[in-house]
Each structure stands twice: as C-alpha cells, then as structure tokens.
C-alpha cells in the first residue's frame, strides 16, 4: 500500500514538473496549472538546496577536524619528544650532581679519584660486585678503594683497560678495618654476602657483620676506616651500628651495621688513585 502511495506522489510531481516546463516554454506563465507546480515543486527545490549547502559546509568541518587532528598528533608528538629531552637532560644533571659531590668528598679527604658509572650489577649474584666504566687507561689499578658523596663503596678486583669489577662492601669476601668515631675502639666490619638471602634481607641494601675486639659498641655508633691496612685511607664512612648481638663467653661480637652508601641507588662512583 505505501509503495503505491508513494508511486503515485511521485507521478504527480513528475507531471506537474512536465507542465511547468511546458507552460514556462510556451509563454503562459499565468496559466494555473504552472502556479500550482511552482507551489508544489519549489519546496523540494528549496530543500535540495538546503541539503546540497549542509553536505558541502559537513564536508568542509570534517576536512577542517581531520587537517586539526593531524596538527594535534603532530603537536603532541613534538611534545612527548622535548619531555624525553628533558628528562635525559635532568638525569644528565642528577648523574654531573653527584659526580661533583663525590668528587668533592675525595677533595676533602685530600684524595685524588677519577669519576666512574655504574654499568652493570646483579644484586642476587654469588658476588656482590658492579661493573664501572673506568679502567686501566684511567690509571685504575687493582684494589684501588671505591667511594661516593656518603662513603666507602668497595675495591677494585679486576681492571680491564676501559672497566673495572669493584667488590661492594656488602659482599662475604669483603673486609676492612675500622675505628668507632665515638669510643675510638677498632673493628673488623664484614660484608654479609649471599647470607643476606638467607637471612631474607636485600643484598644491596644489607646489613654488614663486624667483630668486635673486646670492647663495647652501641646502637648508632658511626665506624670510619681506621686508614690500617694500607689499602683505604682512614676516615671514609663505612657504617652505623643498627643491632647489637653478644657472644655467649663475651669474647667476640658479631652485631649488625647498615651501611651509609645505599646500594640500591648507587649510580656514581670515585675510584681512588
């Protein structure tokens, strides 16, 4: 039924389009019937052309959006760019920083260093030890002391001409002797090592064991190497004194102490000459 409806409307227009044009032809552009096409027909004239200008303005605000789509990627694409360029240039900054106040420790300690980065650690390995970028064409030589801006970091056991291998202070086969800053009793400070897994505590940021040699410590107590031994010079930071631990016929303690280097963010070093 609608399509019959709809069949006849749309034969009624195409007639009354035919006489309109046939009456406008002919000159008799008063007759009634051409009136009444130009009635019926200049809506859908009107609306064609309403339509036509809303598809050509659509076309022209979708081009727009597309061409202002493109410029915003672009433009945040430039953006992510300069914050990857400034977070390199911050961490540049940070890594100068602490060069500089590593650097300056040793001026203090009236030592001379060459500066080094950290290049590679695992802090779960048998050996808890770092990679740093200096080597022998640096005039690093064995056992050379390792510190930063807070202390004594370990030694160098292997150099090679552009790297060396440093044994951290946390490692088992590490040893060095101190002096207590307070008391000014001597110790024997031993890295806990692979212990440190055992004992459930993180190897980098672990607690060191010390030997008491007869004489008291207390909790808080800051140990500096003794500068004995001939490899550290004395008075570099090793540690504070965390826990206390008493051996049953009093002869020898072996009590805790927490490093003053923090392991887990050592990313610069100075390699003592």
Do not use: C
Request: neutral net charge; aromatic residues 8%; without cysteine.
């Amino acid at each position: 039924m609608r399509k019959r409806i709809l069949l006849s409307v749309a034969l009624l227009l195409t007639l009354l389009v035919i006489l309109h044009q046939h009456y406008q032809e002919s000159g008799s552009s008063g007759f009634y019937p051409a009136k009444t096409v130009n009635f019926v027909y200049r809506p859908f004239q009107n609306l064609a052309y309403v339509t036509s200008r809303f598809v050509k303005n659509t076309w022209k605000h979708y081009i727009a959006l597309v061409d202002a789509q493109k410029e915003n990627e672009a433009l945040k694409k430039q953006i992510h760019q300069k914050q990857l360029l400034v977070v390199a240039l911050e961490e540049r900054i940070k890594s100068i920083l602490k060069v500089s106040k590593a650097q300056s420790y040793a001026e203090d300690l009236k030592l001379d260093g060459v500066p080094a980065h950290i290049l590679a650690y695992d802090p779960f390995a048998q050996i808890q030890s770092v990679w740093v970028s200096k080597g022998s064409e640096n005039g690093v030589v064995l056992n050379s002391p390792v510190i930063n801006e807070r202390g004594l970091v370990g030694r160098v056991i292997r150099v090679l001409e552009d790297s060396s291998l440093v044994l951290l202070m946390v490692d088992s086969h590490f040893s060095v002797d101190v002096i207590n800053t307070e008391s000014r009793v001597r110790a024997l400070v031993v890295g806990s090592g692979v212990d440190a897994i055992r004992l459930k505590r993180y190897p980098l940021i672990s607690h060191i064991e010390y030997f008491d040699l007869g004489q008291p410590f207390k909790r808080g107590d800051l140990l500096v190497t003794s500068g004995l031994g001939g490899i550290y010079p004395g008075g570099i930071p090793v540690g504070t004194v965390a826990d206390i631990r008493r051996a049953e016929d009093s002869s020898v303690d072996r009590s805790t102490v927490i490093p003053e280097v923090d392991f887990s963010t050592l990313e610069e070093v100075v390699i003592l000459q």
